[in-house]
């Protein structure tokens, strides 16, 4: 599992080291970390390679600079680019190596009076187009919002596929992942200590290529973030014994599909059958249903009128339920929706059934009726503009979902996510839009902690927020899963694994892991059709032990 922390729990990590250590030790073992990884880039040839450093003032251009002079000390040409004040040990000892100094600027900057003369731009431009290797040090992990302009010009210059970044590419904030203007892209990313937030979300995971862990002997406290890996989810999948049945392996409830969306249960259908439960109960209306029994004739189907919860919770008994592929939000999804929070096993909510359980969260979960169907407890809310907060307020929901004794897990994308917000806790969309691109994980947590329950935000990084903060970030996938009906794949995927015992933390970010590998092995352009015949080979392929 890979794990990630914040910067100031990175800074608090070095302190002690920096005070205990020789000067400069804790730079020497980054360096020499980062030197190995620009060897093995060029092949272990390196003499007669040209190398180009992006030197800044801080210690990670200071990083830089060094593996820049040693590289030279073996033969490489080295030429170090900078747009301000250097690392001072680590230019002597590159000058003393036989590396040159340049100073840039941005293109439309002129040197003010009494400053050395800087490097045409076009001749940067050459240095960076004909460079073996690029070692990207103009900021580190304390930089934040956009680039200065020679800075900025760097990155743009810099070739991706022979760069690396030292620590984290610059313009990439090390915390949030967020890039504001340009940034550098690398080929691969040598970071120290600890893996950082910003490399692993959002914008910033796209710059950051191969990403390569250097270890310094920090001492860290509990992760903020973490990432699964082929290990975690091949130990998290669950197998059955010698004595189980289709039953104590786990049953779902899964509700879905309508007259006028009959597809998508099908496809959570087919994630469904491949997440590890022994038996699959699908509640669907008619056109629905009928359309799952011809697909999947192993799925026990029940037939209900459109909000018929006595119908749906008279399916049989389940160990979770899932809702929402399908369904067309409204009035009879909300009764639904009330029906299924008054029940007392895990309940995924995707799609359709998100829009009613935000109404539900706002207005109070009629839960009701000892069955979960009928009025029964309702909290009391201000709408958005009354009582003078303009936020909704409706403590007592969140304390019904925890009453429930089991988790509820939501599934939404981005649009859904902020329709969400802004339904059950009345945030405005636009701030939510933004506060999703500047920090995406405090967003989700934030709802999180306001909503009581779990989210499965997806994204390019899914991720996986609980109540109380805990955190996962999903690696795997490609861009060819933002296609319809691949939701509703990872909708039956996830649901099947909460049925067979996981808790909501795991069966969401065990089921994105496995969603995105299918993805990756799926056929270009793929459809959501292709990726459940593809989950027993993307578990396969976790390890030789993963297949039970």
Do not use: C
């Not at 200071?62 to 820049?68: F, I, N, P, Q, V």
């Not at 303009?390 to 988790?407: D, H, K, S």
């Not at 967003?443 to 989210?455: D, F, K, N, Q």
């Not at 909460?498 to 970010?509: R, Y």
């Amino acid at each position: 599992m890979r794990a990630a922390h914040t910067v100031a729990d990175v800074r608090d990590a070095e302190a002690p080291l920096l005070a205990s250590l020789p000067p400069g030790a804790l730079m020497q073992r980054a360096v020499h970390g980062l030197l190995s990884h620009a060897v093995a880039f060029l092949d272990r040839r390196v003499y007669g390679r040209r190398v180009v450093v992006l030197a800044g003032g801080g210690d990670n251009g200071g990083d830089a600079l060094w593996a820049g002079a040693k590289l030279a000390a073996r033969g490489a040409r080295v030429d170090a680019l900078a747009p301000g004040t250097t690392h001072p040990e680590g230019t002597a000892v590159l000058l003393a190596a036989g590396g040159r100094l340049h100073r840039v600027v941005a293109p439309d900057s002129t040197p003010g009076s009494g400053e050395p003369a800087a490097l045409a731009d076009d001749r940067v431009a050459a240095l960076l187009a004909r460079a073996d290797l690029v070692l990207d040090g103009l900021l580190g992990i304390g930089g934040r919002g956009g680039l200065r302009a020679a800075h900025a010009r760097l990155a743009e210059l810099a070739p991706a596929a022979r760069t690396i970044a030292v620590d984290v590419p610059s313009g990439v904030d090390a915390d949030t992942g967020s890039v504001v203007g340009p940034a550098v892209r690398a080929a691969r990313t040598v970071t120290f200590g600890t893996y950082k937030r910003g490399l692993l979300l959002g914008a910033g995971a796209t710059h950051v290529g191969q990403l390569a862990l250097v270890e310094i002997g920090l001492d860290l406290p509990e992760p903020d973030l973490t990432a699964l890996d082929d290990d975690d989810v091949a130990d998290l999948l669950p197998v059955p014994g010698p004595t189980d049945s289709k039953y104590t392996r786990g049953v779902l409830g899964l509700v879905g599909g309508s007259d006028r969306y009959p597809g998508a249960v099908v496809l959570a259908t087919g994630g469904a059958l491949r997440g590890g439960a022994g038996y699959l109960r699908v509640v669907a209306e008619a056109r629905a249903a009928e359309h799952v029994r011809r697909a999947h004739p192993e799925a026990v189907v029940t037939v209900i009128e459109p909000g018929d919860a006595t119908a749906m919770l008279a399916a049989g008994r389940v160990q979770a339920w899932a809702l929402g592929p399908g369904i067309v939000p409204g009035a009879e999804a909300r009764r639904l929706v009330d029906a299924l929070v008054g029940t007392d096993v895990p309940l995924l909510l995707d799609a359709g059934g998100l829009d009613p359980f935000a109404d539900a969260f706002a207005a109070g979960f009629r839960t009701g009726g000892g069955a979960g169907v009928g009025v029964g407890f309702t909290a009391g809310f201000s709408r958005p503009g009354v009582g003078g907060s303009g936020r909704v307020e409706a403590p007592a929901n969140r304390e019904t979902l925890a009453r429930r004794g089991a988790p509820v897990l939501l599934t939404p994308h981005e649009g859904e996510f902020t329709r969400l917000t802004a339904t059950a806790l009345g945030w405005d969309p636009r701030e939510t839009g933004r506060a999703l691109a500047a920090d995406r994980l405090a967003t989700v947590r934030r709802a999180t902690g306001e909503l009581g329950v779990t989210v499965l935000l997806k994204g390019a990084r899914t991720l996986v927020v609980e109540p109380g903060g805990a955190a996962r970030v999903n690696t795997t996938g490609t861009p060819w899963l933002g296609s319809a009906g691949t939701g509703d794949v990872l909708t039956g995927l996830a649901g099947s694994l909460l049925a067979a015992g996981l808790g909501a933390l795991d069966a969401a970010s065990v089921a994105a892991y496995l969603h995105g590998r299918a993805g990756e092995l799926a056929p270009r352009p793929l459809g959501a059709a292709d990726l459940p015949g593809l989950l027993p080979a993307a578990r396969a392929g976790l390890s030789p032990d993963s297949l039970g």
